[in-house]
C-alpha cells in the first residue's frame, strides 16, 4: 500500500506564490516519476509538471516560466513551486507518482487526495 499526500494549498491573492509539497509513504521500493496534475471546476484534469529520479523535468506549456517542480528522493517528496498566481491557477492540485512498491514487487501509479489552491482576483 503506498499512499500519497498534498499539502500547502490555500488562498492566495493575484501575484502571490504557493509551495505545494507531496510525501509519498507505504511499502515503497522506488518512486520513478513524479508530478502534478490540477483541475479545475468544471474542466479535466490537465498535466502540470513531472519529475524524473535523476531530476529531469518536463512542464505543461502552461507552466512554463511559473512553475518550478523539484524533488527529494530520500524523503520520497516532491514540490510544486507556483509564483505569479493568477485567478485562473484556482483548481484542485494532486500529486502522482509511479511506483514499485515491496517486496514482493509490484508496479503502480499512485494518487493523492489532492490540494485546493484558490487564487483571488
Known amino acids: 500500500q503506498v499512499q500519497l499526500v498534498e499539502s500547502g494549498g490555500g488562498l492566495v491573492q493575484t501575484g502571490g506564490s504557493l509551495r505545494l509539497s507531496c510525501a509519498a509513504s507505504?511499502?515503497?521500493?522506488?518512486?520513478?516519476?513524479m508530478g502534478w496534475y490540477r483541475q479545475a471546476p468544471g474542466k479535466q484534469r490537465d498535466l502540470v509538471a513531472t519529475?524524473?529520479?535523476?531530476?529531469?523535468?518536463h512542464y505543461a506549456d502552461s507552466a512554463k516560466g511559473r512553475c518550478t517542480i523539484s524533488r527529494d528522493n530520500a524523503k520520497n517528496t516532491t514540490y510544486l513551486q507556483i509564483d505569479s498566481l493568477k485567478p485562473e491557477d484556482t483548481a484542485v492540485y494532486s500529486c502522482?507518482?509511479?511506483?514499485?512498491?515491496?517486496?514482493?514487487?509490484?508496479?503502480?501509479?499512485?494518487w493523492g487526495q489532492g490540494t485546493l489552491v484558490r487564487v483571488s482576483s
Open positions: 502522482y507518482a509511479a511506483v514499485v512498491s515491496g517486496p514482493p514487487f509490484r508496479y503502480l501509479e499512485a
Open positions: 507505504g511499502s515503497i521500493f522506488s518512486i520513478s516519476t
Open positions: 519529475i524524473t529520479s535523476v531530476g529531469s523535468t
